[in-house]
C-alpha cells in the first residue's frame, strides 16, 4: 500500500520532532558544561551554584525505557529550578536515546532505585566545585555525549 502525501509529511514531521527532541537535552547539557568552567575563571561568583548552577548541572540519568531522562541535583529535569514535585512524564522532550549516550571508559556509579536503573553522573564528594572536579564533570560529559571537548 502506497503511503499518501500527507502520511509521508506526517511521518517527515513526527521524525523532525524526534531530531528536536534529541537535541535539546543536549543543548542544556552543554549549557552545564559552560557553567562549571565559567564558575572556573570567576571563583566570586561560586554563592550563585546553589541556586541557578544546581539546576542546570547534570546529576544523574534516571532509565525510561530505551532512553535516559537527565535530572539535577534536586532530581528535578535539568534546567528546571523547583521546590514542588515534578512529573517527569511530562518532560518527554528531555529524554535521550540510548545511543546518543556512550557508557565506555566512564567514570559513572549505576545504582538501581525503585528498580529504576540511575546512573550518577558525581558524588556529593566530586560535585564540581574546585578546578579537579569540574575537570573531572567536563571529562565525564564530554566522553558520555561529545567525540569533541566543549
Not at 535539546?24 to 575563571?41: A, D, G, N, W
Amino acid at each position: 500500500m502506497e503511503q499518501s502525501k500527507s502520511e509521508e509529511h506526517l511521518i517527515k514531521e513526527i521524525i523532525k520532532k524526534n531530531m528536536e527532541y534529541d537535541i535539546y537535552p543536549i543543548e542544556l547539557i552543554k549549557t552545564s558544561i559552560r557553567c562549571v568552567k565559567f564558575l572556573k575563571q570567576k571563583p566570586t561568583i561560586r554563592d550563585m551554584r546553589d541556586d541557578v548552577i544546581r539546576s542546570l548541572i547534570l546529576y544523574c540519568l534516571i532509565r525510561n525505557d530505551n532512553s535516559w531522562f537527565p535530572v539535577n541535583r534536586n532530581y528535578k529535569p535539568i534546567g528546571i529550578h523547583a521546590t514542588n514535585w515534578v512529573d517527569y512524564e511530562k518532560y518527554p522532550c528531555l529524554l535521550i536515546p540510548n545511543e546518543r549516550i556512550n557508557f565506555e571508559n566512564v567514570e559513572i556509579e549505576w545504582s538501581t532505585l525503585n528498580s529504576k536503573d540511575t546512573i550518577y553522573i558525581f558524588k556529593d564528594s566530586t560535585f564540581p566545585r574546585t578546578e579537579k572536579t569540574i575537570q573531572r564533570y567536563c571529562d565525564v560529559i564530554n566522553k558520555m555525549f561529545f567525540k569533541i571537548q566543549i
